[in-house]
């Protein structure tokens, strides 16, 4: 791989096939039942999110969710270090979710279906050897999606998380789950602090999701006391975090229970 990021087009037509996808392929998910619910997740996912990002989750007592691409192991790019398999290990024995992300992290609007079929089986494959349980949740890579997509992914995993910035309310989609980012340094925190504002207003799930945890982030990624400071604000808002599995059972045993 290299060290340049993939960018995927941003032109007009992608524009359009991003908000038609929104309309296809739904899982209606009533996020809005009751409970104030935020997950914290990480991507790829570097070696910083594994020490720092766990780090700091650990000290508020809670855990996150890790959408991993096996290939990124053991590898560099401009997120810095990515996981060592060690990693995977040790936030499984912590009781952190490891998730899927594509084996290759590719680009799900542009890959046909039997494409993303074997990239998630060999994903799924390659993390149990790591010592990592089958994974029940999915994020797009760069947040692209299809509406074939969609229902592929929907008939593998209980949840597909994008990059749409938004809280889960009532009527959600868990194929298509909303996501924050917390990107940046100290300066860039408002944003995400904004949204834990919103969720105070009324019941919903936040998901927020960040890459690299560490002093001189690059483009992507968070500084720890950004990250330290947006648990502190979840944390005297009084909302239960949990990684997006467990916030996922609590919403469907809700569901069911009603
Ligand atoms: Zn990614």
Known sequence: MTNMPYIPSDGLINSFRRRFTRLQARKPLDCAQGRFLVS????????????????????YGWRGTYYTSAAFV??????????????????????HEIACHTEHHIDCALNAPVVIEREIRRNQA?????????????????GEISASAKTLLGSHYQTLRGVRAGINRRYSDAHQLNAVPVEGGLDAKA???????????APGWLIFYAHDVRDAPGEWGCTPALLDAV???VKNAGHEVLPVCDAMSALTGLEEAA
């Open 126 to 142: 390659r993390l149990r050897t790591l010592g990592a349980p089958k994974p029940v949740s999915f994020a797009y890579p760069y």
């Open 74 to 95: 053991g590898t560099t790019n401009h997120l810095g270090d990515l996981f060592k398999p060690e990693d995977i290990s040790k936030l499984v024995s912590q009781g």
């Open 231 to 233: 648990c502190a604000v």
């Open 191 to 201: 944003l995400a602090i904004s949204y834990v504002e919103k969720l105070n207003e």
């Open 40 to 59: 914290f997740t990480f991507d790829d996912f570097p070696r910083s999110a594994a020490i720092n990002g766990a780090k700091i989750l650990e000290k």
